[in-house]
């Protein structure tokens, strides 16, 4: 089995859109102050042996810009929610595309998505990506301050180094709660757990859960994300919508990062 996925770049501008030619960064391309927005479609299935396709991408780009972009023409007009949106698009590209999406995931900025699976329509996913400065050390009290060099390198330093980290929750919510779980409801729950908590801290030093001398663990990027996700699963669970936090991805450079759960 393969995974292929198409991503359609589009903006939803005032009055009718030019078409461009420019599908990389966007078709139709921005008009003044337009929206932008990009769908990812991933298809999962069998490779066609003589075509070597999983799914021909112009059958793909032609549904979303001939039947999903007017439903989000109409959706910004009116002032839909995007997640009821994104819901009536992934229905209809289930029933045209050859191959059933395994999920459409719209992206309404770089740092904010909406993924849903038309298989499941009742559920969708919300992503966030937030940050926080920190400073830490990686130094292991089971190791000799040889071996704590050796394995750690410039990261075992004495009085430490910093980091711009890059936090993004991931959020399953039913789309039939009410009160919903929204973006703002994110936005207050992260700031509230995570970086008010560890925002211009030394790690080690100034938080509880990682200061190894009196019972927390090394603040490698490992630990932060599954420290992150124990600090936002109550809390977001404790919505009246109850929804689940199902994961936690940690930045420490745009290099490395780590998810909990994996």
């Known amino acids: 089995m393969h995974l292929l996925t198409r991503s359609v770049r589009f903006a939803i501008n005032e009055g009718v859109s030019a078409p461009g030619r420019n599908g990389y960064a966007g078709n139709p391309p921005v008009s003044g102050f337009g929206r932008w927005l990009e769908l990812v ?7 066609d042996q003589a075509t070597g396709y ?4 112009k059958a793909v ?14 959706a910004v007009a009116s002032g839909e929610d995007p997640t009821l949106t994104l819901r009536a698009v992934a229905q209809i590209l289930a029933t045209k595309l050859p191959v059933t999406p395994q999920s459409v995931r719209l992206r309404l900025t770089p740092y904010h998505d909406i993924e849903m699976a038309p298989s499941d ?13 920190a400073a830490h050390r990686l130094h292991s009290p089971a190791l000799s301050d ?6 750690y390198g410039k990261c075992n330093n004495p009085r430490g180094h910093g980091h711009n980290y890059i936090v993004q929750p991931v959020v399953k919510v039913r789309l039939d709660s009410h009160p919903a779980f929204s973006l703002v409801d994110l936005e207050a729950i992260t700031d509230q757990a995570v970086i008010q908590a ?10 509880p859960e990682f200061n190894v001398e009196k019972g927390g663990v090394l ?5 932060i994300a599954r420290i992150c996700f124990g600090r936002l699963g109550p809390a977001i669970a404790a919505h009246p919508s109850r929804p689940t936090l199902e994961s936690v991805t940690v930045w420490e450079t745009d290099r490395t990062s780590a998810t909990y759960p994996g």
Request: overall charge negative; some cysteine.
């Open 41 to 47: 479609v991933t298809c999962r299935g069998t490779v």
């Open 54 to 57: 999983l799914i021909d991408i």
């Open 61 to 74: 780009d032609s549904h979303v810009r001939n039947d999903a972009v007017p439903l989000f023409q109409q």
């Open 121 to 133: 329509p009742s559920y969708a996913l919300i992503r966030q990506r937030f940050d926080f400065s």
């Open 146 to 151: 040889a071996e704590n060099l050796k394995l």
């Open 198 to 207: 560890f925002d211009h801290k030394h790690l080690n030093e100034d938080t």
């Open 219 to 223: 603040p490698s990027v490992e630990n």
